[in-house]
């Protein structure tokens, strides 16, 4: 059954167990700010209204700061790949703590790129349930293995990935997903599948791709230094 419409779509993810934007803030809270000083990873994606492209991000702990409650100071040199940034464009950003099962959404708008720094203006910030974590079991690599470049063994090896999607008005939004070995990512001639699992039953990125259907995805193996 293919869905067309957000209500289909609810219907099935099932209904939200609270208003949607319940504990969405508009700021960088002290919370949120203690947070990102031991973040040392990130997945921010950047885009306009049928165009959407997403970077991994990392570096020292407190690699990106708060300037203000406002606005996130990113180091250029902290992207893999810099060059996807607007000034004017949307962002979705998730950023991971070590050995933490939740993860921090920030989402809103590219204001500045000066320095070396590139200004986040944030319009949204919330902390994300531990469930796509926890299932891809992200913190217990089972081992070392590279791929070698085999794009098909990645995919099957893949447990955690970060996918980005925006909506008609050009707001990005960062989701992950967490599956174990071999369910996360599946190929199907030329095709790749995803499966959505229960989470905060939100459904932004649902959302997104009913009204957008450009994305972006970046998906790791755990333990593996290589992305994709």
Same mark, same amino acid.
């Given at each position: 059954?293919? &869905?067309?419409?957000?209500?289909?779509?609810?219907?099935?993810?099932?209904?939200? +167990? /609270?208003?949607?934007?319940?504990?969405?803030?508009?700021?960088?809270?002290?919370? /949120?700010?203690?947070?990102?000083?031991?973040?040392?990873? #990130?997945?921010?994606?950047?885009?306009?209204?049928?165009?959407?492209?997403?970077?991994?991000?990392? *570096? $020292?702990? *407190?690699?990106?700061?708060?300037?203000? +409650?406002?606005?996130?100071?990113?180091?250029?040199?902290?992207?893999?790949?810099?060059?996807?940034?607007?000034?004017?464009?949307?962002?979705?950003?998730?950023?991971?703590?070590?050995?933490? !099962?939740?993860?921090?959404?920030?989402?809103?708008?590219?204001?500045?790129?000066?320095?070396?720094? &590139?200004?986040?203006?944030?319009?949204?910030?919330?902390?994300?349930?531990?469930?796509?974590?926890?299932?891809?079991?992200?913190?217990? +690599?089972?081992?070392?293995?590279?791929?070698?470049?085999?794009?098909?063994?990645?995919? $099957?090896?893949?447990?955690?990935?970060?996918?980005?999607?925006?909506?008609?008005?050009?707001?990005?939004?960062?989701? +992950?997903?967490?599956?174990?070995?071999?369910?996360?990512?599946?190929?199907?001639?030329?095709?790749?599948?995803? #499966? !959505?699992?229960? *989470?905060?039953?939100?459904?932004?990125?649902?959302?997104?791709?009913?009204?957008?259907?450009?994305?972006?995805?970046? #998906?790791?193996?755990?333990?593996?230094?290589?992305? &994709?």
């Amino acid at each position: 059954m293919k &869905l067309t419409t957000t209500d289909q779509v609810q219907k099935i993810v099932g209904k939200l +167990p /609270a208003p949607r934007d319940l504990k969405v803030i508009d700021c960088i809270d002290e919370n /949120a700010k203690r947070w990102l000083s031991y973040a040392r990873f #990130a997945f921010i994606g950047f885009g306009k209204a049928g165009h959407i492209k997403l970077s991994a991000a990392g *570096g $020292e702990e *407190g690699f990106i700061s708060a300037s203000d +409650p406002k606005h996130l100071l990113v180091p250029l040199t902290a992207l893999e790949a810099e060059s996807i940034v607007e000034i004017g464009s949307s962002f979705g950003a998730l950023f991971v703590v070590s050995g933490m !099962d939740e993860t921090l959404r920030v989402n809103g708008k590219v204001s500045d790129i000066s320095g070396g720094l &590139l200004t986040l203006e944030v319009e949204e910030c919330y902390l994300h349930c531990a469930k796509a974590v926890r299932r891809s079991s992200f913190w217990e +690599p089972q081992s070392l293995e590279q791929s070698h470049g085999e794009m098909s063994r990645f995919l $099957e090896q893949s447990r955690f990935l970060a996918l980005a999607s925006i909506n008609s008005s050009g707001q990005a939004d960062v989701s +992950p997903k967490g599956d174990p070995e071999k369910f996360l990512i599946q190929e199907d001639e030329g095709f790749i599948l995803l #499966a !959505d699992r229960p *989470g905060n039953r939100r459904i932004d990125s649902f959302r997104n791709i009913i009204e957008q259907p450009a994305v972006s995805i970046v #998906a790791l193996v755990p333990g593996c230094n290589a992305i &994709l």
